[in-house]
């Protein structure tokens, strides 16, 4: 099972949370970062339908791909 953690960081004068090098949007508080990135996080642990997805890599190349419905990350954020 993979495995990420999302980490809550100061950004643009307020927080956000980070995966790798990707930042969400800015939030006031640390607080509502914190309850963002643990929103995220369980939502991306619910069973959903297998569908078909698109990402960018970091080189700006498209993929498309199946993503199984049962087949979710273990998620966790780091303080």
Known sequence: ??????????????WAFKLGDTISETFKDHDTAYNAAKRVAREQ????????????????????????????????VKD
């Open 1 to 14: 099972m993979t495995k990420i953690v999302y980490e809550i960081i100061q950004h643009d004068g307020g």
């Open 45 to 76: 642990m619910t069973v959903g339908q297998t569908v078909g997805i698109s990402w960018e890599d970091e080189r700006g190349r498209w993929h498309d791909e199946i993503s199984r419905g049962d087949d979710r990350p273990e998620v966790d």
